[in-house]
């Protein structure tokens, strides 16, 4: 592969292994199970310790596994460095574990995968201020903001109701104050959108989703884009200011975070994540056709009360999505009306299957309110406009008839 000729997504996701030599003249980045790494110079160990030549020190800071998917998604994301979790929440509690500290202050989209929103419940209790906001307007944003704001943190696509923050206007509010801006791309996924094209200091992967696309391997990544100068961040330890200051962000995130927290993405899961990213593209042409499909068939049946799809012209960011987005997504919501039970109607689907994950080949149906925000409790989820009869939808990549017929003869009572 010519390593100077600028080529394609996919084509530079399959053939990325092969710009660095790969062992045995391997395809794929073989799976390197160990965790230590032994040099035949100590002075060579020694080095590698203190950052003076690249290395491998000990497993939970990496491996070449590892490096190669990190490599990757660097590559998909147009970044500077990316930094792999065991998962996607390791990847968010990366950036409190190591850039945050007492006092600070973060601005959060209020629009927010459950986990995220426990998180930022916990982190409030910890000493550090959050603001929850309506990201949609960058006005609200910017009315938070203090002194004191480090991070402002949105979603790309909110996971379930599919409210899309002001992602470019925010992104200017961010570069304009010095902010660090991290984006969660998970919905989205680089193919369809680059958060870096928008001003985007980190960027959020959760590979479990659409990067590994099937099912079989949790993992997280925190994409450096090189946007962000991190001379004005004023949280750097002196121990990492010895780098050139782009490095400064990713050091201390692999250190802290990585290192010290020890939220390590294994080897294994790294392998199935990098061989299921090669088909990212073509899974995601499918799931974002069936998808729109589906909310279009949903949206036109007079039992439904509303569909939450970024494709449909009547959704509030539509215009948004339009502009910004290759396509709409693989997943939406929509609501029932009074009558009928959700339960009975997920249960009446014989293809799409009730399940947690997003972003797989097969279809996957959720009722939000009951499993995944049920913790938050009845007040939040109407904040959050999030109805008891909600139902979450990850589209695969099944034959769009098919899905079609299922999500209509399960509504016939």
């Known amino acids: 592969m010519n390593n100077t000729k600028k080529y394609g997504f996919t084509t530079t996701i399959l053939h990325g292994d092969r ?12 799976i390197h199970t160990s965790v230590a790494f032994g ?35 660097t590559k998909m994301e147009d970044g500077y460095a990316t930094v792999c979790f065991a998962t996607g929440m390791a990847a968010i509690g990366a950036i409190v574990q190591a850039l945050l500290r ?23 209790v910890q000493g550090i201020d959050v603001s929850l906001v309506d990201a949609t307007d960058v006005a609200n944003v910017e009315a938070a903001l203090t002194p004191a704001t480090r991070i402002v943190f949105v979603e790309t696509i909110a996971n379930p109701r599919t409210q899309i923050a002001d992602l470019a206007r925010i992104g200017e509010l961010c570069r304009e104050r010095g902010i660090v801006y991290v984006v969660d791309n998970t919905m989205t996924s680089p193919y369809l959108f680059r958060p870096k094209e928008v001003g985007a200091s980190l960027v959020v ?13 949790l993992g997280g990544s925190l994409t450096d884009t090189g946007v962000f ?23 201390q995130i692999r250190a802290k975070a990585l ?39 949903l949206d036109a049946d007079e039992r439904i009360a509303a569909v939450y799809y970024p494709g449909l012209a009547s959704h509030p960011q539509h215009g948004i999505a339009t502009e910004l987005f290759r396509a709409y997504g693989g997943l939406f919501s ?30 996957l149906v959720i009722p939000i309110a009951h499993t995944i925000f049920y913790e938050m409790g009845p007040e939040r989820r109407a904040g959050m406009g999030i109805a008891e009869s909600l139902i979450r939808v990850s589209v695969g990549i099944e034959d769009t008839a098919d899905l079609l017929d299922d999500f209509s003869q399960a509504l016939n009572i």
């Open 205 to 217: 992967n959760a590979l479990t989703k659409s990067i590994g696309g099937h099912g079989n391997a």
């Open 259 to 297: 290192r010290d927290f020890g939220g390590t993405l294994g080897p294994e899961a790294a392998h199935h994540l990098a061989v299921g990213s090669e088909t990212m593209a073509l899974r995601l042409e499918r799931e974002c056709a069936n998808a729109m499909a589906l909310a279009n068939m």
């Open 39 to 73: 040099y035949k110079d100590a002075r060579e160990l020694a080095a590698v310790f203190q950052g003076k030549q690249p290395g491998y020190r000990y497993g939970r800071q990496g491996n070449p596994t590892v490096s190669a998917l990190e490599d990757k998604i």
């Open 102 to 124: 007492e006092g600070d202050h973060v601005v959060s989209s209020a629009f927010l995968f459950g986990n995220t929103n426990s998180l930022w419940q916990t982190v409030a």
């Open 229 to 251: 100068d991190w001379t004005r961040f004023p949280n750097i330890f002196d121990t990492y200011k010895r780098f050139v200051p782009e490095q400064w962000g990713m050091a």
């Open 19 to 30: 710009q660095k030599p790969i062992e045995h003249g391997s395809l794929h980045k073989p």
């Open 334 to 363: 929509f609501e029932l009306k009074d009558g009928i039970d959700c339960f009975d109607y997920l249960n009446r689907l014989r293809l799409a299957i009730p399940a947690s994950n997003l972003g797989d080949t097969r279809t």
